[in-house]
């Protein structure tokens, strides 16, 4: 959300989707992830998941070099997609990520940022 021009995040976003996230929720809960910065993921998944919902998530980074997340979070929104009734974005906060993760996601973000066509 932008107010008089600035954005109000803390961290800047990647908007390069990465493929595949597993969660400790079963599988298939969580499909690919749309967007991610150093306090949280935007993911979909096929079920809606209750606000407050905690989950753990292990995902990779590609770039710049290849790196696994091993984080903990909350579910802050389930919204439905506009792919259909049975598909949902999950805004997930970050509530326990090592700093070692959470510095290689602000690597892959500024990467991603300066780098859009690799």
């Known amino acids: 959300m932008r107010i008089d021009g600035q954005d109000r995040r803390r961290y ?48 990779e980074l590609p ?5 696994r997340i091993d984080a903990e979070g909350i579910v802050v929104r389930c919204d439905p997609d506009d792919k259909g009734d049975d598909h949902f974005k999950v ?11 959470h510095e290689a996601i602000h690597e892959f973000v500024e990467h991603d940022l300066s780098h859009p066509d690799d």
Not at 26 to 39: F, R
Not at 45 to 51: I, R
Not at 63 to 67: D, E, F, I, Q, V
Not at 91 to 99: G, V
Request: with cysteine; net charge positive.
């Open 12 to 59: 800047p976003r990647s908007r390069r989707g990465l493929p595949l996230v597993m969660d400790e929720s079963g599988p298939g809960v969580l499909n690919h992830v749309d967007n991610i910065s150093a306090n949280g993921v935007l993911c979909h998944t096929v079920k809606p998941l209750p606000l407050m919902t905690k989950m753990r998530i292990h995902l």
């Open 63 to 67: 770039k710049p070099a290849k790196y």
């Open 91 to 101: 805004a997930i906060l970050f509530t326990r990520i090592s700093d070692e993760d």
